[in-house]
C-alpha cells in the first residue's frame, strides 16, 4: 500500500468516527477539511472505501434517513450507500493515532495527523510535534549548506526562490515552536485542558480546514456536483 492510499484510509476513518457518511460526504470532507486531498477523486475514494470494508473497518448501509429512503424509488435510482465505522474500524483508528514514527512527520502524513489532533492524546501530540520540528529543522540546515556552496553560481531569481524556500521552513519552524509551547503548558486550541483527546468538534481554522504556518487557511473548494 502507498503512502497515499494509507494517508487516504487513516483519513477516512477519522472522519467516519464523527458520523456515518455518504462517499459525496466523505469526500466533501476531504477536499474541505484536508488540504492534501484537494486534487483527487471518486476513483481513488471508492477503491480505498471497498477495502475498509473488506478489512472489517466499515459497513455498507443503505440509506441513514426515511428522506434517503423515499427519495430513491421517487427518482428511479438506488439509495445512497452510508458507511459506517465498525467497532474494529474505531480500534484500528485509535490505534493509527497512537502511532508517532518517522512517517507522522513527512509533509503529507504530518498534515493528516495534525487535522485529527483533536483526537490525539497530548503526549502523542507532543512527539510527533517535537519529530516534525525535528525533521524540519535538519532540512533547514541542508538548505543553508546548499545555498552556502551554489549562492555563487545561481542568477538572483534562482537565489531569491531558495530564500523562500527557507523563509517558509523558519515560518513553520516557529509555528511548531509555538505549539509545542502551549502544549507543554497544558493549552489545546480550543480543546479540554486534560491530556484526553479533545472533542472533533474541534477546529483549527474558521473553516476547519487545516492552518497553514505563516499563512491564512487555504479557501474552500468550490461545491462539487455529485456523480
Not at 492510499?5 to 472522519?15: D, K, M, Q
Not at 555563487?152 to 509551547?181: A, K, P
Not at 497544558?186 to 468538534?201: T, V
Request: charged content about 30%; proline content about 5%.
Amino acid at each position: 500500500m502507498s503512502r497515499r492510499s494509507g494517508i487516504l484510509e487513516f483519513a477516512v476513518l477519522g472522519l467516519l468516527r464523527e458520523s456515518p457518511m455518504h462517499g459525496y460526504e466523505l469526500r466533501k470532507r476531504l477536499n474541505t477539511s484536508l488540504g492534501v486531498f484537494r486534487a483527487f477523486s471518486y476513483g481513488t475514494l471508492y477503491p480505498c472505501l471497498k477495502t475498509l470494508v473488506a478489512n472489517g473497518w466499515l459497513i455498507e448501509e443503505t440509506g441513514n434517513t426515511t428522506e434517503d429512503a423515499l427519495a430513491a424509488p421517487l427518482a428511479g435510482r438506488r439509495a445512497k450507500i452510508v458507511y459506517r465505522l465498525t467497532a474494529e474500524g474505531k480500534e484500528h483508528f485509535e490505534q493509527l493515532l497512537s502511532q508517532t514514527g518517522p512517517d507522522a512527520y513527512e509533509d503529507e502524513t504530518f498534515a493528516a495527523r495534525f487535522a485529527f489532533f483533536g483526537q490525539t492524546s497530548r503526549d502523542v501530540r507532543m512527539r510527533v510535534l517535537e519529530g516534525r520540528r525535528s525533521r524540519l529543522e535538519e532540512r533547514l540546515e541542508k538548505m543553508s549548506a546548499s545555498l552556502a556552496r551554489t549562492r555563487e553560481r545561481l542568477d538572483d531569481y534562482t537565489l531569491e526562490l531558495q530564500r523562500h524556500g527557507m523563509e517558509s521552513v523558519e515560518r513553520e519552524v516557529r509555528w511548531l515552536n509555538e505549539l509545542i509551547e502551549s502544549e507543554r503548558a497544558g493549552r489545546d486550541l480550543k480543546g479540554p485542558a486534560s491530556g484526553e483527546p479533545a472533542s472533533r468538534d474541534t477546529t483549527y481554522g474558521a473553516s476547519g480546514d487545516l492552518p497553514r504556518p505563516g499563512g491564512d487557511p487555504r479557501p474552500d473548494s468550490p461545491d462539487d456536483t455529485a456523480t
